[in-house]
Structures are given as C-alpha cells and as structure tokens.
C-alpha cells in the first residue's frame, strides 16, 4: 500500500486492523456473548405482560427479549459503520416494516420460521457491523426490512390478552426506535480513538448471541 494512500485512511480512521487488533476484538466479543450465555435463564426470556396496558406491555415486550435487543441495537450500528444516509434509513425502515409484521402477528397471520429470523437478524447483522460491511443503501434497507418482519411478528403474536393492539404497536415500535438510537449512539464512538475496534467488537458480540439463539431454535 502506497504511502500516500495509507496515510489518507489513517487520517480518516480507516487504517485496517492489525492481526492483533482482530485478536482482541474478537476475544472481547466472545468474552462477553460467553457471559451473556451463561447468564440466568430468566435473564434471556421475556418479561411477562405488563398490567398496566396495551401501551406499557408493547413498551416493554422489546426490551425484555435479549434476542430483539441485539439486533436492534444492531441496526442502530450498522447505521453508523454505513454513515448517513442510511444512519437514519435503517433505524426508519425497521419500525416501519416491523409494525407491518406486527400487524400480521395480531391478525393470526402465519409465518414460518420466526425465532430462527429472529436469531439470525442477529446474527448477520453483528456480522455486518464486525466486517464492516458496506453493500448499497437499497440492499442494506431490503436485508434490515426482512429482519423487521420476523421481530414485528413475534411482538403482534404476543398480544396480552385485554390488550388494546393500536397502543400495544405504538409501544414496540417507540421501543425500537430507543433501541436504534443506543445503537447509532454506539456506534458514533467510531470518532473516538480506539471507538472503531469497540463498535466491531459489539457487532462480534452480537453476532456470537444470535448464534447463541440459533442454535437454541434449530434445537
């Protein structure tokens, strides 16, 4: 690599990671998806229903599923690694297309496969953030939008019963949208000396937890 051109990436952060730079981002992110997984059972389930209503228990179903965290924590990440436009196109999309999914959960619709969707949202997207991968905007909006429909699904298919469903949606999708917001506020620690191996090592954790959660649904 010339001298001129490494001297461009280095001032624009873009310097590649050394073999031993990779070394301890991924030990970093298998150190902690090892945590994660040896965490309590109850730790990984969902929260039960909320009974103060609709709004509260859509609020709180998100973030009460490690699996839903990850990868829409994820989407906030990848969000930064690709930078604008599709820092605000992806945490967009998500909600959008996941309240359709959503909506399909609430009318009994079926669809195959959801906790491996699920999972695997997770897993491809650490994916995504840990390579630094960088596909076109329209590819990256598709890949994220399939995703949504698997977690919109579970949500609406989880209705609490007495439930009011247009409040119960507006409380998993504003839930969402917090959880891209902590991904892309992550992922602004790129800008920070050292921030870009500690964005890469999150997306390795994320993708080793929904590998994790793969393999619990394949089990």
Known sequence: MGQGRRFRMKRNGLL????????????????????????????????EAHPGGGFVAGFLH???????????????????????????VLPVAFPLVMAFGGLLGLL??????????????????????????????????????????????????ELPAGSHALLYSLGFVIATGLLHLVGILLG????????????????GCVALVGLWFLEQALA
């Open 188 to 203: 602004e620690t790129r800008r920070w000396p050292g921030g870009r191996r500690f964005v890469q090592g999150a997306g």
């Open 62 to 88: 998100p973030i009460a599923g490690l699996d839903h965290v990850v990868a829409m924590v994820a989407v906030g990440l990848w969000g930064a690694v690709l930078g604008p436009p599709a820092l605000w």
């Open 108 to 157: 009994g619709v079926p669809i195959p496969g959801v906790k491996i969707g699920i999972a695997v949202s997770g897993l491809v997207m650490g994916l995504m953030v840990l390579m630094e991968l960088r596909p076109p905007l329209w590819l990256a909006a598709l890949i994220v939008s399939a995703f949504a429909v698997f977690h919109g699904h579970a949500h609406g298919a």
């Open 16 to 47: 590649p990671m050394t073999r031993s730079h990779w070394r301890s981002t991924l030990l970093a992110a298998a150190a902690l998806a090892v945590a994660l997984a040896l965490a309590p059972s109850a730790a990984w389930a969902h929260a």
